[in-house]
């Protein structure tokens, strides 16, 4: 069994930073890549970065919106990544997931669908006032 527990979110105004961390825990016997995703209401879950430390190094991955204002990072001694987050837009607003994929995926890249994810986290809000 594999835990994931989010924290950081919080209510920031527009403009303002957060970031958000994601610890592993439990059963893991490998990490292929961990990631985050987000969901406001009424809408799909969608990508939003995601990091992976199997094959030739690292490589992180992110969708197009957050690309100069997120950056996804990891702790090499800890089953740890984090999420910051500057330049925090009301439309950022909506709960966070982390997700942790154990195994090889697809020539080494970045899984961005959620489905590729075995393992989820309970999520934290994150509230971007104007």
């Known amino acids: 069994q594999v835990q994931l527990v989010e924290s950081g979110g919080g209510l920031v105004q527009a403009g303002g930073s957060l970031r958000l961390s994601c610890a592993a825990s439990?059963?893991?016997?490998?990490?292929?890549?961990m990631g985050w995703f987000r969901q406001a209401p009424g809408k799909e879950r969608e990508f939003v970065a995601a990091i992976r430390w199997s094959g030739d190094g690292i490589k992180t991955g992110y969708a197009d919106p957050m690309k100069g204002r997120f950056t996804i990072s990891r702790d090499n001694a800890k089953d740890t990544v984090w999420l910051q987050m500057n330049s925090l837009r009301p439309e950022d607003t909506a709960v966070y997931y982390c997700a942790l994929r154990p195994n090889w995926y697809d020539n080494y890249e970045v899984p961005i669908k959620p489905g590729l994810y075995d393992y989820w986290g309970q999520g934290t809000q994150v509230t971007v006032s104007s």
């Open positions: 439990g059963r893991i016997n490998s990490i292929y890549a």
